[in-house]
Protein backbone atom coordinates (compact mmCIF):
# COMPACT_ATOMS: atom_id res chain seq x y z
CA UNK A 1 0.00 0.00 0.00
CA UNK A 2 1.16 3.50 -0.87
CA UNK A 3 2.13 5.42 2.33
CA UNK A 4 -0.01 8.51 2.02
CA UNK A 5 1.34 12.30 2.64
CA UNK A 6 1.11 14.36 5.47
CA UNK A 7 -0.68 17.99 5.57
CA UNK A 8 3.40 19.09 5.37
CA UNK A 9 4.26 16.98 2.38
CA UNK A 10 1.78 17.91 0.31
CA UNK A 11 1.91 21.59 0.76
CA UNK A 12 5.70 21.52 0.03
CA UNK A 13 4.53 19.23 -2.51
CA UNK A 14 2.02 22.13 -3.75
CA UNK A 15 4.46 24.83 -3.16
CA UNK A 16 6.89 23.13 -5.61
CA UNK A 17 4.81 22.41 -8.18
CA UNK A 18 3.64 26.04 -8.62
CA UNK A 19 7.98 26.76 -8.24
CA UNK A 20 9.23 24.80 -10.79
CA UNK A 21 8.07 26.50 -13.82
CA UNK A 22 9.81 29.84 -13.02
CA UNK A 23 12.82 27.40 -11.20
CA UNK A 24 13.50 25.87 -14.62
CA UNK A 25 12.66 29.51 -16.41
CA UNK A 26 15.57 31.11 -14.35
CA UNK A 27 18.23 28.09 -14.26
CA UNK A 28 17.52 27.67 -18.18
CA UNK A 29 18.06 31.32 -18.71
CA UNK A 30 20.14 32.53 -15.88
CA UNK A 31 22.13 30.11 -14.11
CA UNK A 32 23.00 28.20 -17.51
CA UNK A 33 24.35 31.31 -19.38
CA UNK A 34 26.36 32.27 -16.54
CA UNK A 35 27.95 29.03 -15.84
CA UNK A 36 28.64 29.02 -20.21
CA UNK A 37 30.05 32.04 -20.02
CA UNK A 38 32.42 31.48 -16.97
CA UNK A 39 33.82 28.95 -19.65
CA UNK A 40 33.90 31.29 -22.53
CA UNK A 41 36.30 33.43 -20.34
CA UNK A 42 39.23 30.88 -20.39
CA UNK A 43 38.52 30.34 -23.89
CA UNK A 44 40.27 32.88 -26.99
CA UNK A 45 39.19 32.48 -30.86
CA UNK A 46 36.12 32.78 -32.70
CA UNK A 47 33.16 30.47 -33.10
CA UNK A 48 34.49 26.90 -33.53
CA UNK A 49 37.99 28.10 -33.55
CA UNK A 50 37.48 28.49 -29.96
CA UNK A 51 40.74 27.18 -27.81
CA UNK A 52 41.19 27.12 -24.01
CA UNK A 53 43.95 29.72 -23.11
CA UNK A 54 43.60 29.82 -19.29
CA UNK A 55 43.85 32.74 -17.31
CA UNK A 56 45.12 34.52 -20.04
CA UNK A 57 42.02 36.86 -20.81
CA UNK A 58 42.08 38.03 -17.32
CA UNK A 59 45.81 38.59 -17.23
CA UNK A 60 45.14 40.91 -20.38
CA UNK A 61 42.43 42.93 -18.65
CA UNK A 62 45.07 44.63 -16.28
CA UNK A 63 47.38 45.33 -19.25
CA UNK A 64 44.26 46.86 -21.25
CA UNK A 65 44.31 50.62 -21.01
CA UNK A 66 41.08 50.88 -22.04
CA UNK A 67 39.65 48.57 -19.31
CA UNK A 68 41.49 50.22 -16.91
CA UNK A 69 40.25 53.79 -17.61
CA UNK A 70 36.73 52.34 -17.65
CA UNK A 71 37.47 50.83 -14.37
CA UNK A 72 38.54 54.21 -12.77
CA UNK A 73 35.83 55.93 -14.10
CA UNK A 74 32.85 53.49 -13.05
CA UNK A 75 34.69 53.97 -9.33
CA UNK A 76 34.49 57.79 -9.90
CA UNK A 77 31.20 57.34 -10.88
CA UNK A 78 30.79 55.34 -7.69
CA UNK A 79 32.13 57.31 -5.15
CA UNK A 80 31.09 60.44 -6.25
CA UNK A 81 27.30 60.02 -7.40
CA UNK A 82 26.37 57.55 -4.96
CA UNK A 83 26.74 59.31 -1.59
CA UNK A 84 25.27 62.79 -3.42
CA UNK A 85 22.20 60.33 -4.64
CA UNK A 86 21.80 58.50 -1.09
CA UNK A 87 21.95 61.33 0.65
CA UNK A 88 19.31 63.86 -1.23
CA UNK A 89 17.32 60.83 -1.69
CA UNK A 90 16.84 60.71 2.59
CA UNK A 91 16.82 64.07 3.09
CA UNK A 92 13.73 64.98 0.54
CA UNK A 93 12.33 61.63 1.61
CA UNK A 94 12.28 62.70 5.54
CA UNK A 95 11.06 66.41 4.10
CA UNK A 96 8.28 64.64 2.28
CA UNK A 97 7.41 62.81 5.36
CA UNK A 98 6.20 65.57 7.51
CA UNK A 99 2.64 65.13 8.07
CA UNK A 100 1.79 68.89 8.15
CA UNK A 101 3.29 69.46 4.71
CA UNK A 102 0.75 69.87 2.03
CA UNK A 103 0.82 68.48 -2.07
CA UNK A 104 2.67 65.53 -0.83
CA UNK A 105 1.04 63.80 -3.48
CA UNK A 106 2.65 65.96 -5.94
CA UNK A 107 5.99 66.42 -4.90
CA UNK A 108 6.66 62.44 -4.63
CA UNK A 109 5.22 61.90 -7.69
CA UNK A 110 7.28 64.64 -9.33
CA UNK A 111 10.73 63.91 -7.81
CA UNK A 112 9.90 59.95 -8.53
CA UNK A 113 8.82 61.16 -12.16
CA UNK A 114 12.69 61.18 -13.56
CA UNK A 115 12.74 57.19 -12.71
CA UNK A 116 9.77 56.30 -15.23
CA UNK A 117 11.65 58.17 -18.27
CA UNK A 118 13.12 56.20 -20.80
CA UNK A 119 16.75 55.61 -20.20
CA UNK A 120 17.59 56.17 -23.89
CA UNK A 121 15.07 59.59 -24.02
CA UNK A 122 16.50 61.28 -21.06
CA UNK A 123 20.21 60.65 -21.96
CA UNK A 124 19.35 62.07 -25.32
CA UNK A 125 17.50 64.99 -23.27
CA UNK A 126 20.62 65.68 -21.24
CA UNK A 127 23.12 65.72 -24.65
CA UNK A 128 20.38 68.14 -26.32
CA UNK A 129 20.59 70.57 -22.60
CA UNK A 130 24.82 70.62 -22.65
CA UNK A 131 25.23 70.78 -26.04
CA UNK A 132 27.45 73.81 -27.35
CA UNK A 133 24.21 75.26 -28.95
CA UNK A 134 22.14 73.65 -25.88
CA UNK A 135 19.88 75.39 -23.56
CA UNK A 136 22.74 75.43 -20.84
CA UNK A 137 25.30 77.45 -22.34
CA UNK A 138 22.18 79.72 -24.12
CA UNK A 139 21.72 80.71 -20.46
CA UNK A 140 25.35 81.15 -19.62
CA UNK A 141 25.36 83.50 -22.40
CA UNK A 142 22.79 85.42 -21.88
CA UNK A 143 23.63 86.04 -18.30
CA UNK A 144 27.12 87.04 -18.88
CA UNK A 145 28.86 84.11 -17.78
CA UNK A 146 30.12 82.73 -20.78
CA UNK A 147 30.77 84.45 -24.40
CA UNK A 148 30.46 81.60 -26.57
CA UNK A 149 29.19 78.38 -26.05
CA UNK A 150 31.26 75.55 -23.89
CA UNK A 151 31.63 72.29 -24.96
CA UNK A 152 30.20 70.59 -22.07
CA UNK A 153 30.58 66.89 -23.36
CA UNK A 154 33.91 67.52 -25.48
CA UNK A 155 35.98 67.54 -21.88
CA UNK A 156 36.72 64.34 -19.81
CA UNK A 157 35.81 66.23 -16.18
CA UNK A 158 33.08 67.98 -17.76
CA UNK A 159 31.17 65.05 -19.28
CA UNK A 160 31.87 63.28 -16.42
CA UNK A 161 30.14 65.58 -14.48
CA UNK A 162 27.24 65.86 -16.59
CA UNK A 163 26.95 61.99 -16.26
CA UNK A 164 26.85 62.21 -12.59
CA UNK A 165 24.43 64.92 -12.66
CA UNK A 166 22.59 62.49 -14.90
CA UNK A 167 22.05 59.87 -12.86
CA UNK A 168 21.35 62.14 -9.47
CA UNK A 169 18.39 63.92 -11.64
CA UNK A 170 16.97 60.44 -12.81
CA UNK A 171 17.95 57.82 -9.66
CA UNK A 172 17.54 60.08 -6.58
CA UNK A 173 13.70 59.09 -6.74
CA UNK A 174 14.23 55.80 -6.98
CA UNK A 175 15.72 55.84 -3.75
CA UNK A 176 13.43 58.37 -2.06
CA UNK A 177 10.72 56.59 -2.15
CA UNK A 178 12.65 53.02 -0.78
CA UNK A 179 13.42 55.68 2.58
CA UNK A 180 9.72 56.87 2.19
CA UNK A 181 8.43 53.21 3.01
CA UNK A 182 10.60 52.99 5.79
CA UNK A 183 9.65 55.89 7.20
CA UNK A 184 6.36 54.99 7.64
CA UNK A 185 7.13 52.32 9.92
CA UNK A 186 8.59 54.73 12.33
CA UNK A 187 6.04 55.84 14.46
CA UNK A 188 5.54 60.22 14.65
CA UNK A 189 5.13 59.92 18.01
CA UNK A 190 9.24 59.48 17.95
CA UNK A 191 9.81 62.65 16.22
CA UNK A 192 6.83 64.78 18.59
CA UNK A 193 8.88 63.66 21.71
CA UNK A 194 12.16 64.49 20.11
CA UNK A 195 10.73 67.84 19.77
CA UNK A 196 9.50 68.20 23.32
CA UNK A 197 12.48 67.53 24.28
CA UNK A 198 13.81 70.31 22.64
CA UNK A 199 15.92 68.30 19.88
CA UNK A 200 16.47 70.28 16.41
CA UNK A 201 15.25 68.95 12.91
CA UNK A 202 18.84 68.26 12.45
CA UNK A 203 19.48 66.57 15.85
CA UNK A 204 15.86 64.24 15.03
CA UNK A 205 17.32 63.28 12.06
CA UNK A 206 20.50 62.47 13.02
CA UNK A 207 19.55 60.73 15.94
CA UNK A 208 16.35 58.99 14.55
CA UNK A 209 15.73 58.96 11.30
CA UNK A 210 19.36 57.44 10.35
CA UNK A 211 19.60 55.10 12.91
CA UNK A 212 16.11 53.52 12.30
CA UNK A 213 16.29 53.66 8.61
CA UNK A 214 20.00 52.00 8.56
CA UNK A 215 18.82 48.51 7.04
CA UNK A 216 17.21 50.14 4.23
CA UNK A 217 20.26 52.55 3.65
CA UNK A 218 22.05 49.54 3.51
CA UNK A 219 19.86 47.91 0.77
CA UNK A 220 20.15 51.19 -1.27
CA UNK A 221 23.99 51.56 -0.77
CA UNK A 222 24.71 47.79 -2.21
CA UNK A 223 21.28 47.87 -5.01
CA UNK A 224 23.47 51.67 -6.37
CA UNK A 225 26.91 50.16 -6.64
CA UNK A 226 25.45 47.30 -8.23
CA UNK A 227 23.94 49.43 -10.73
CA UNK A 228 26.79 52.11 -10.89
CA UNK A 229 29.36 48.94 -11.68
CA UNK A 230 26.85 47.94 -14.69
CA UNK A 231 26.62 51.71 -15.90
CA UNK A 232 25.66 51.28 -19.61
CA UNK A 233 23.16 53.56 -21.33
CA UNK A 234 24.47 57.14 -20.06
CA UNK A 235 27.96 56.53 -20.77
CA UNK A 236 26.76 54.75 -25.07
CA UNK A 237 24.37 57.32 -25.25
CA UNK A 238 25.19 60.45 -23.34
CA UNK A 239 28.67 60.56 -24.03
CA UNK A 240 29.39 57.45 -26.48
CA UNK A 241 32.28 56.60 -23.98
CA UNK A 242 34.10 59.83 -25.42
CA UNK A 243 36.10 62.13 -25.34
CA UNK A 244 38.85 59.72 -25.98
CA UNK A 245 37.27 56.83 -23.58
CA UNK A 246 37.38 59.25 -20.87
CA UNK A 247 33.98 58.38 -19.45
CA UNK A 248 33.45 55.09 -21.12
CA UNK A 249 32.57 52.08 -18.31
CA UNK A 250 33.47 48.78 -18.11
CA UNK A 251 29.94 47.79 -19.63
CA UNK A 252 29.89 49.95 -22.51
CA UNK A 253 33.91 48.32 -22.82
CA UNK A 254 32.19 44.63 -23.29
CA UNK A 255 29.47 45.79 -25.48
CA UNK A 256 32.14 47.26 -28.17
CA UNK A 257 34.52 44.24 -27.97
CA UNK A 258 31.60 41.91 -28.38
CA UNK A 259 29.56 44.05 -31.29
CA UNK A 260 31.56 46.80 -32.08
CA UNK A 261 35.05 45.66 -32.64
CA UNK A 262 36.08 42.38 -34.07
CA UNK A 263 33.99 39.95 -31.73
CA UNK A 264 36.21 38.94 -28.83
CA UNK A 265 33.35 36.97 -26.52
CA UNK A 266 36.08 35.25 -24.58
CA UNK A 267 37.69 38.47 -23.33
CA UNK A 268 33.88 40.07 -23.14
CA UNK A 269 33.15 37.13 -20.91
CA UNK A 270 36.40 37.58 -18.74
CA UNK A 271 35.61 41.09 -17.87
CA UNK A 272 31.85 40.17 -17.48
CA UNK A 273 33.03 38.14 -14.77
CA UNK A 274 35.65 40.82 -13.02
CA UNK A 275 32.53 43.27 -12.65
CA UNK A 276 30.65 40.28 -10.54
CA UNK A 277 33.71 40.03 -8.72
CA UNK A 278 33.77 43.62 -7.89
CA UNK A 279 29.95 43.77 -7.15
CA UNK A 280 30.16 40.97 -4.77
CA UNK A 281 33.24 41.98 -2.94
CA UNK A 282 31.62 45.38 -2.45
CA UNK A 283 28.55 44.15 -1.22
CA UNK A 284 29.96 41.75 1.07
CA UNK A 285 32.36 44.41 2.33
CA UNK A 286 29.25 47.00 2.85
CA UNK A 287 27.22 44.10 4.30
CA UNK A 288 30.21 43.35 7.22
CA UNK A 289 30.44 47.42 7.68
CA UNK A 290 26.91 48.16 7.66
CA UNK A 291 24.97 45.37 9.67
CA UNK A 292 25.86 45.76 13.08
CA UNK A 293 23.87 42.81 14.38
CA UNK A 294 24.86 40.22 16.55
Not at 45 to 53: A, E, K, L
Not at 202 to 216: A, E
Request: proline share 3%; charged share 10%; with cysteine.
Amino acid sequence: MKKKLTLGQKHNLTGWTFLMPAVVLIVAMSFVPMVQALILSFKTGIGTNMTYTGITNYTRMFKDAVFMQSLKNNFFYLIIQVPIMLITALVLASMLNNKDLKFKGFFRTAIFLPCATSLVSYAIIFRSLFAVDGFVNNVLINLGILHTGYNFLGHPLSAKIIIIVALVWRWTGYNMVFYLAGLQNIEYSVYEAAKIDGASPFQSFRKITVPLLKPTILLTAIMSTNGTLQLFDESMNLTNGGPANATITMSHYIYNVSFKYVPNFGYAASMSYMILMLVAVLAFIQMKVGDKRD
